[in-house]
């Protein structure tokens, strides 16, 4: 079992440009969270998918959206980007919404935005 | 909103030294969650407690839940090099709602 995998490990891209994240769940895992950490800071919740469908939201704006596949596989999506955007971007899957405590942690997207 | 803090933000202990990292909620907690992570990468899932004076271990850690379920603390016994790394605490506020993370503790043991 691969565990929760993410690609690509890391991005470079500049202000304005759009840029898409993947994330593959662990085996037998259907819903997918999304997290973005800046340096220093911990993880802020930016939303959870499940059934293909946007569950939760944290407090991010518009320019910050997300997909499911029937897969259950993920994708982040961020337009516009900003400086303030660099940051970890870690996936988080699990077996249904609210199962924190089997909840699996991907190794994260560097994402650097210049 | 929920606010997770933790303390300290860094320690750099000699091997062999235990260490205590405390994890304070605003409002009682669901769940408390605790995580560790290397430096860059994702998240490793340590404990979870549910109820109010809880307390588990595994290995060298130990963790406790304060009775009133709005502090936890974090202990290593013995550290060893093994230990470096991220902590992070976790909550669910209660069910359904989102999942908070406390600020990490940076912890360094010097071999």
């Known amino acids: 079992d691969a565990g929760v995998t993410q690609s690509p490990t890391h991005l470079i891209k500049t202000r304005g440009q759009q840029v898409t994240l993947r994330c593959s769940p662990k085996?037998?895992?259907?819903?997918v969270s999304w997290y973005q950490q800046a340096l220093g800071q911990g993880p802020q919740f930016i939303f959870q998918?499940?059934?293909?469908?946007?569950?939760q939201r944290g407090n991010f704006p518009d320019r910050f959206s997300g997909h499911q596949f029937p897969n259950y596989s993920s994708e982040l999506n961020v337009n516009a980007l900003l400086l303030g955007d660099s940051a970890l971007y870690l996936c988080?899957?699990?077996?249904?919404?609210?199962?924190?405590?089997?909840?699996?942690f991907g190794p994260g997207t560097r994402l650097l935005v210049l | 909103s929920q606010e997770l803090e933790q303390s300290p933000q860094s320690l750099i202990v000699q091997e062999g030294k235990n260490l205590t990292i405390n994890c304070t909620s605003s409002?009682?907690?669901?769940?408390l969650y605790w995580y560790k992570q290397k430096y860059g990468e994702g998240l490793i899932f340590l404990m979870m407690?549910?109820?109010?004076?809880e307390e588990k271990s595994h290995e060298k850690i130990t963790a406790k839940l304060d009775e009133k379920k709005q502090q936890s603390s974090l202990h290593i016994t013995a550290s060893q090099p093994s230990h470096a790394g991220i902590y992070l605490c976790?909550?669910?506020?209660?069910?359904?709602?989102?999942?908070?993370f406390g600020t990490g503790t940076s912890l360094t043991v010097i071999p």
């Open positions: 998918y499940y059934e293909e469908e946007e569950r």
């Open positions: 409002k009682t907690l669901y769940g």
């Open positions: 085996s037998g895992h259907d819903t």
């Open positions: 988080a899957s699990s077996p249904g919404p609210g199962a924190r405590e089997t909840q699996y």
């Open positions: 976790g909550a669910d506020p209660n069910t359904g709602n989102q999942f908070y």
């Open positions: 407690l549910q109820k109010g004076g």
